[in-house]
């Protein structure tokens, strides 16, 4: 039985048949902001299989990079979060895109409190941590000697340096888990990321909905306005201590960020499954429709707007990139792009 909200591939690209590709470049509004579309990854193997996203033939991951930047503007870089970026593939990055194309990047999983394999830290890491971590399969920035902390901070910069000195950095994605509360502490950490980054925006993104609660939501608002942090607004399945509400929160004039992350109640916390197992879920035009005016909105207090889709199984991302995108085109009518 094929389900709304899970087509397939097929039943995905059907949907876009004759959508006209206004993704593929910003969608200007009114007062001079503008929304850029796109997906939270450009590499998942669902995505990259044969016939689903990309055209017979390109299979390199130059050909494919440079085919997703001539469909959309903007890309959600994933793979920081897992591995410390290396200069030489930023490098790469900016060689295969245009001078306008945007990368938001996830940060490293260290700096968000977030644990990491210990294989997967570089060398001159991994060398230098004591003995009694050597030993664990995975660590958490609290047990690193403050030295290495900082190195790893210092790699994570080093390494997208070719991307900010091109002006192609669009924002760090702070994503804290669902056992990071709002607390002085917590927000000490934040206040900390962002000082660590200094020079480059950062965005924060929460995976606990008491911080949007009827006691601290004043609080968390203006904790991040003060300090112009964007609040990364979502769409995800609600009623789980990792929920936050899809309230419309813009906390920085230069930037504002939705992440589309489904509506799959059943494989939201669900362990042991990819990504795009988790997230395999695709919108319906009517639920996208939904945040049309929110968008709007949003638009007329922050200059640029990155609406990124997460729900990166096989095509559904790209399809309601374009959706959106076409949606918000007959909205705003002509003068849309730009």
Same mark, same amino acid.
């Not at 702070?174 to 669902?178: A, D, F, G, N, R």
């Not at 909105?297 to 609406?307: G, M, N, P, R, T």
């Given at each position: 039985?094929?389900? +709304?909200?899970?087509?397939?591939?097929? /039943?995905?690209? %059907?949907?876009?048949?004759?959508?006209?590709?206004?993704? &593929? !470049? $910003?969608?200007?509004?009114?007062?001079?902001?503008?929304?850029?579309?796109?997906?939270?990854?450009?590499?998942?193997?669902?995505?990259?299989?044969?016939?689903?996203f990309y055209p017979v033939g390109a299979d390199s991951a130059e050909e494919r990079l440079q085919y997703y930047a001539s469909t959309f503007p903007v890309v959600e870089v994933d793979a920081t979060y897992y591995a410390l970026p290396a200069e030489r593939t930023a490098q790469l990055w900016v060689?295969? #895109?245009?001078?306008?194309?945007t990368f938001d990047i996830k940060a490293h999983a260290l700096m968000t409190g977030q644990g990491t394999e210990t294989k997967r830290l570089p060398k001159s890491i991994r060398d230098e941590l004591p003995d009694e971590l050597?030993? =664990?399969?995975?660590?958490? &920035?609290?047990? *690193? $000697? &403050?030295?290495?902390n900082d190195a790893v901070w210092a790699m994570f910069r080093d390494g997208l340096a070719p991307l900010a000195d091109r002006g192609q950095l669009g924002s760090i994605l @702070?994503?804290?888990? =669902?056992w990071v509360f709002p607390?002085?502490?917590?927000?000490?950490?934040?206040?900390?990321?962002?000082?660590? *980054?200094?020079?480059?925006?950062? &965005?924060?993104?929460?995976?606990? /909905? %008491?911080? *949007?609660n009827e006691k601290n939501a004043e609080r968390t608002t203006r904790f991040l306005a003060e300090r112009n942090i964007p609040f990364v607004?979502?769409?995800? $399945?609600?009623?789980?201590?990792?929920?936050?509400?899809?309230?419309?929160?813009?906390t920085s004039s230069e930037l504002a960020l939705v992440r589309f992350h489904g509506?799959?109640? !059943?494989?939201? +916390?669900?362990?042991?499954?990819? $990504?795009?197992?988790?997230?395999?879920? @695709?919108?319906?035009?009517?639920? @996208? %429709?939904?945040?049309?005016p929110r968008?709007?909105?949003?638009? =007329?207090?922050?200059? !640029?707007?990155?609406?990124?889709?997460?729900?990166?199984?096989?095509?559904?991302? #790209? #399809?309601?990139a374009r959706e959106i995108a076409d949606l918000l085109a007959d909205e705003l009518g002509d003068g849309a792009s730009g």
């Open positions: 039985m094929v389900m +709304e909200h899970d087509p397939g591939p097929d /039943g995905a690209a %059907s949907r876009v048949e004759t959508i006209e590709t206004v993704a &593929a !470049e $910003p969608l200007a509004v009114g007062g001079g902001s503008r929304v850029l579309v796109g997906t939270a990854s450009w590499t998942d193997p669902t995505m990259t299989a044969s016939g689903v060689d295969r #895109t245009p001078p306008d194309f050597k030993a =664990k399969t995975r660590i958490y &920035a609290k047990d *690193l $000697p &403050a030295e290495l @702070l994503q804290y888990p =669902k607390s002085s502490e917590n927000r000490a950490q934040i206040e900390d990321a962002v000082e660590r *980054l200094d020079g480059w925006t950062c &965005a924060v993104e929460f995976r606990n /909905g %008491s911080w *949007l607004m979502v769409d995800e $399945p609600q009623g789980f201590k990792s929920s936050v509400p899809p309230e419309i929160l813009v509506r799959n109640a !059943e494989t939201w +916390e669900m362990k042991g499954i990819t $990504p795009a197992e988790r997230f395999r879920y @695709l919108y319906s035009r009517d639920e @996208l %429709s939904e945040w049309v968008i709007r909105e949003v638009a =007329k207090e922050a200059k !640029e707007v990155h609406l990124m889709f997460n729900n990166c199984y096989a095509n559904y991302g #790209t #399809t309601n």
